[in-house]
């Protein structure tokens, strides 16, 4: 932990198994230095193997795919409640930047409060500017999209995945 906050110029990044309907490899540039907070939980849950099994819970045609629910979405639970739960780690202030939600970015999802991220991110298929300055984004997809564009979508308005959801099946903190 000390080395990611020692080094904010490090490139790191996260690497996303993906089986079910989309089935690859999803590769993701970190921002340290837009939201090095965020950055620091992701790769630490990431590097405890907390988001290994975790399924894509909410999925939205031409917004976006929603994962990391560490507590409540891993795969063979009661997917009722995937997107209810976080880590054992505290939530996050917000650390809001400039970045805009295009597509390939990642976010952290977050409940009405700002202040509440805590291990559930999302990755936009489609640029969506409403977002901007209200979510952090913590990242972008650098290789895989078509891996995140045949993600098993969801139904109704809130894009709940009915049905086997497609899952990260190991994640790893990569450099």
Not at 26 to 45: F, N
Not at 138 to 156: F, L, N, P, Y
């Amino acid at each position: 932990m000390a080395a990611l906050t020692a080094s904010p110029a490090a490139a790191t990044g996260l690497k996303i198994e993906v089986e079910g309907e989309a089935d690859g490899v999803i590769e993701i540039d970190l921002l340290e230095d837009v939201a090095p907070g965020h950055v620091e939980q992701i790769t630490a849950l990431a590097e405890d193997g907390a988001y290994d099994g975790v399924v894509f819970h909410r999925v939205i045609e031409g917004f976006m795919a929603q994962t990391g629910d560490v507590q409540f979405g891993k795969m063979g639970g009661d997917m009722r409640r995937a997107g209810t739960g976080k880590s054992d780690r505290p939530n996050l202030s917000a650390e809001f930047s400039d970045e805009s939600f295009e597509r390939g970015v990642v976010g952290m999802a977050r409940s009405s409060d700002p202040d509440s991220a805590n291990s559930q991110f999302f990755i936009m298929f489609a640029p969506a500017t409403h977002l901007d300055g209200q979510y952090t984004v913590v990242g972008r997809v650098t290789s895989g999209m078509d891996v995140v564009d045949a993600i098993k979508r969801g139904e109704g308005q809130n894009g709940a995945v009915v049905g086997q959801p497609d899952v990260m099946k190991r994640v790893t903190v990569t450099d």
